[in-house]
């Protein structure tokens, strides 16, 4: 069989068990709906849970980043993984305790006010779509890609499959198929990497093959040679990073806090049965992270290595064929820069921006580009960070069935991410303002339509912003975290450990936490982008970053105010206590 | 903290100030493997290397996820046992 029909096969095949498993598992009422019941096996919650987090980013874009930043993007490894320690000691067996449905659910009870449930929601939303539109536009892609339809047609069947198993098995049928996905996205993501490791190191387990020497008989380790090799074209060592050491601390720290504070996720953790479940599910979740992002890094270096050893001082003549392949793609373009008609790689632009290709071919065939040059520069060749992952297989000459797993392993990451998503907005939606705030009324039969009528109206929305991705998209994803970290976060966290805090002070906080944070990065990534340099920064701290400082304004503001305002009522200093310890959960989630 | 004294036992009150202590502790080495060993000291760490990793860039992009896995098992084991002293688990 050719690649083309492995791929269809493939992403044919695990489209068809999802749908099985959501028509399966459909929800028959509202807790299923929201938190499939609440007796999910920790372990599997765990696997469920490591699908929704790792999205099309981590999957496709994570070893690429790590592949052209080195030391800098330890930021992500470190920040997307130490979160979850966050998660499990500080915050989710206290709100599987407290058992209800929702994040804001919790903020509201404990700050006894319906205004802090609505800020709550308001942060949920604006977190989740800056967050589902890059989830789309992933499924887009990698149809594009794969299976050569055009983008727009990618997302609608994209919106389709994830329309049938999320709003018709909301939570629960979530749940089983981001178990499914994962072990599609894991096995897609791990058997190439093993090849590669073996292929440059001699040794198949990525994470030891990266700390090898490498098999060309040179006696060094990987390391070392990427360090020479990209310290000879004139970029900076691979293990050295280019930021400042205050900005890697801040990154990591509000990646970390806005991973802890990321509504989607904390969800999860409600699912399981019982408090200590939540916190033996956090750590089988960050397990089954951990198998992916330990591999990244490795990933990332022999793609380098692989990719420079391929391409530099080739003629353009004998390029691979993946390299043509990418080229017609848009994902990569050579500029002949001295006219030899041989690519050479090297520190540094090789032409202005993106590409833009002319409709002409060059003497040696390649596609010609109307960009201005990059004078400055000898590099000659540019490369899309994204196709590290997605052409690996190609580069490493691996057969046809990995290349086809790939793809449907990239389309598992973006579709698990995207549901889960979607249950956060739909639920905030029909629960926290319908039921909770607008319309207390409203029977079980007709919330459950509500959820699914707004996840409904949520697939479209993202959808849409999937076809049409609005130019701030990318510019934003800052946002998420930051202000996840900066909202959410320290409201929760108080909500638990201070018996003191009061709704005055938690609204304060949250709305100071958030303005601070939503205008700082707006500023500098949307209003004025050319003021975005290190010189222009609070105390050096990028938009990436400040998530962190907004968090500690939160802090202070809220204690602040909380201080000088009554303290909060003896039921809700009851209903701490009760949350603290774990006997109980079961009763609370009853009611 | 006086609140405190109004409305919980003395076996809930004395579990929550062994739940604080582990959890400042655990905390504590949650920041030196990452925060402290990946970024603030690394540049000292890289001095020393683990196979072919320089030891900083090591925790960095390994080491740290490691030990948070570590973390936050021994954290479930020593809380069940915890509970259990003070009759309060689930």
């Not at chain 1, 109307?370 to 590290?388: G, H």
């Not at chain 1, 906080?509 to 939503?518: A, E, I, P």
């Amino acid at each position: 069989m050719d690649t083309q029909t492995l791929i269809y096969l493939f992403v044919g095949l695990s489209f068809t068990m999802y749908i099985g498993i959501a028509i399966w598992s459909r929800a028959g009422s509202t807790k299923e709906f929201y938190v499939a019941g609440g007796g999910v096996n920790p372990v599997v919650n765990g696997m469920a849970t490591a699908a929704d987090w790792m999205s099309a980013a981590s999957f496709i874009s994570m070893a690429g980043i790590i592949a052209f930043a080195g030391y800098d993007a330890s930021v992500y490894l470190m920040g997307w993984t130490g979160g979850y320690v966050m998660l499990a000691l500080l915050l989710a067996p206290y709100l599987r305790k407290f058992g209800q449905f929702t994040v804001p659910d919790f903020i509201g009870t404990r700050y006894y006010s319906k205004a802090a449930r609505v800020v709550a929601v308001v942060c949920l939303i604006f977190i989740s779509f800056t967050y589902i539109a890059g989830q789309m536009r992933g499924v887009g892609i990698v149809f594009s890609r794969f299976l050569d339809v055009p983008i727009t047609m990618g997302v609608i069947i994209g919106m389709a499959i994830v329309f049938f198993y999320a709003v018709l098995g909301g939570m629960k049928g979530i749940t089983y198929t981001q178990v499914a996905q994962y072990c599609v996205l894991i096995f897609a993501y791990m058997v190439p990497a093993f090849f590669i490791s073996f292929l440059i190191t001699g040794n198949p387990i990525p994470q030891l093959g990266l700390g090898s020497t490498v098999n060309d008989g040179s006696g060094l380790y990987v390391l070392q040679k990427l360090d020479l090799v990209l310290q000879d074209m004139g970029f900076g060592a691979y293990t050295d990073g280019s930021k400042s050491m205050i900005d890697v601390f801040c990154i990591t720290a509000a990646l970390m806090v806005g991973t802890a504070g990321l509504p989607h996720v904390i969800v999860r953790f409600f699912t399981v049965p019982k408090a200590s479940d939540a916190r033996k599910s956090a750590g089988w979740a960050l397990v089954f992270i951990a198998l992916l992002y330990t591999t990244a890094p490795a990933v990332g270096a022999f793609a380098r290595i692989n990719f420079i050893e391929t391409v530099d001082q080739t003629e353009y003549a004998e390029a691979p064929a993946w390299f043509k392949n990418w080229e017609a793609n848009d994902l990569i373009a050579w500029y002949d820069k001295n006219d030899d008609g041989v690519m050479q790689l090297a520190a540094g632009d090789a032409f202005m921006g993106k590409p833009s290709y002319a409709d002409t071919t060059g003497t040696a065939g390649q596609r010609m580009v109307t960009n201005p040059p990059n004078e400055e520069s000898a590099n000659e060749v540019y490369v899309d960070r994204d196709i590290m992952v997605l052409a690996n297989p190609e580069i490493a000459n691996l057969p046809g069935w990995v290349i086809a797993l790939v793809a449907a392993g990239g389309l598992a990451a973006a579709l698990s991410t995207a549901a889960g998503l979607l249950l956060v907005i739909s639920s905030s939606i029909s629960h926290d303002l319908l039921k909770s705030t607008f319309r207390p009324q409203i029977t079980e039969k007709g919330e459950l339509m509500a959820a699914r009528i707004s996840a409904t109206a949520a697939i479209v929305v993202a959808g849409y912003l999937g076809i049409y991705p609005p130019g701030w998209v990318a510019q934003v994803v800052a946002f998420a975290f930051g202000l996840a970290a900066a909202s959410l976060f320290p409201a929760i966290f108080m909500g638990i450990f201070s018996k003191s805090m009061n709704k005055e002070g938690a609204i304060a906080g949250m709305v100071t936490g958030l303005v601070f944070t939503f205008s700082y990065i707006a500023y500098f990534k949307l209003v004025n982008p050319e003021a975005n340099v290190a010189a222009n920064w609070l105390f050096g701290v990028s938009p990436e970053g400040i998530g962190v400082i907004g968090m500690l304004l939160n802090f202070a503001v809220a204690i602040v105010v909380s201080k000088m305002t009554a303290s909060p009522p003896l039921e809700v200093r009851k209903l701490v206590d009760s949350i603290r310890v774990p006997r109980g959960a079961g009763d609370a989630a009853a009611h | 903290m006086s609140e405190d004294e109004v409305e919980t036992t003395e076996s809930e009150q004395a579990y929550w100030s062994e739940n604080i202590r582990l959890l400042v502790t655990l905390m504590a080495i949650w920041f030196v493997v990452s925060f402290g060993a990946g970024i603030l000291f690394r540049d000292f760490l890289d001095q020393f290397s683990l196979g072919g990793y320089p030891l900083g860039f090591w925790f960095a992009q390994q080491g740290s996820i490691y030990v948070f896995i570590g973390l936050i098992f021994y954290y479930t084991w020593k809380m069940k046992r915890i509970e259990r002293k003070y009759d309060l688990d689930d």
